[in-house]
């Protein structure tokens, strides 16, 4: 007799992963939405020197890294939540505020790990589809909201669409929202939104006691494979609950030593989204020169549709032949399209010439 799980088990949908990674040779990684540069050799340095002291536990209250943030952004150390990535959080907020009879609201297509929350916790999931060009329907949002809403999630910029919205519709959206219902401000991508300084929506926190931004080391910062990632609450509440339903010790010593030093440099992050910006501008003109208006992307990926007369499978299958790895729209929501990372210059061409046969 198989061992029985429980029903959730049944529920929770498995995470997608790109196609590809067997390729033998060198792989161009455009699926993942990380950085193509490597982390500050300051940060290396950093991180290797914690390694000497992993016999014993890491600092389980981060209070260094919380310090640091709270000096970096303003928001008291008391009101930041540290995170084995910020799906750490995410998922810790679905295990404090979800239970059978709850409901969650959030649009579709955005962060393939929403769906997770309703499943693991048997509340009900309420999906607002995207308008025609792939933006959030903030108003048809806030008509779903009901005396059961525990929870609403806004992805800006969103992930896989890559679009983002104006900070004063995000606040006057937050206004129709109750008090008593969290609001997540998913902010994975904000250092590459030039339609805002990632500053500017910290200041609703004053304003919204109910509103948690949540960010990444992984993306800007290049730290992916260590997983720090960190939410900005408007109440300490929030982070206490989080951390209530975590195990101790959520985020390791050499992460948290890393993210610490990564702070240290915001000149070069600076730097880096600026270069990123232009070769994803590059990437934008190559697709369009392909015959394809990719959406307005306010992120360090662009996500577009592919001719009604092509088959997104077969595009997926020849581009993993070639070692250019990019993620599945039916995979993220929207059957018929594609996500692509900005890659290096070289990474971009590769993919732009490999596609291009394809289509």
Known sequence: MPIEFG?????IPVYPAAEGYGYEGPVAKMASNESPYPPLPGVIEAATKALSG????????????????SDVTGVPAQRIAIGNGSCDILLAAGDALLEP????????????????????????????????KHYHQLDKMAEEITAATRLVIVCNPNNPTSTA??????????NKVPRHVAVILDEAYIEFNVMQDPDDSVQLLERHPNLILLRTFSKVYGLCGLRVG??????????????????????????????????NHQDEVTRRVERNLAERTSLEDGLRALGIEPAESQAN????????????????????????LVRSGEALGREGALRVTVGTEAENERFLEALAPLL
């Open 165 to 174: 919205l104006p900070l004063d519709e995000i606040e006057a959206f937050i």
């Open 54 to 69: 992993i016999n014993r536990y890491p600092d389980p209250t981060n209070a260094g890294l919380r310090k640091k943030l």
């Open 230 to 263: 960190y939410a900005l609450c408007g109440s300490e509440s929030f982070r206490t609950a989080v951390d209530q339903v975590r195990q101790p010790f959520f985020c390791n010593a050499a992460a948290q030593a890393a993210a610490l030093e990564a702070l």
């Open 301 to 324: 990926f662009v996500w577009f549709d592919l001719p009604e007369t092509v088959a997104e499978a077969d595009v997926l299958r020849g581009l993993s032949m070639t070692g250019v």
């Open 7 to 11: 029903e959730k088990v049944r529920r």
């Open 101 to 132: 009879g709850a409901e969650l609201v959030y649009a579709w297509p955005s962060f393939s790990v929403y769906p997770h929350l309703a499943a693991a916790s048997g509340a009900r999931a309420i999906e607002v589809p995207l308008d025609d």
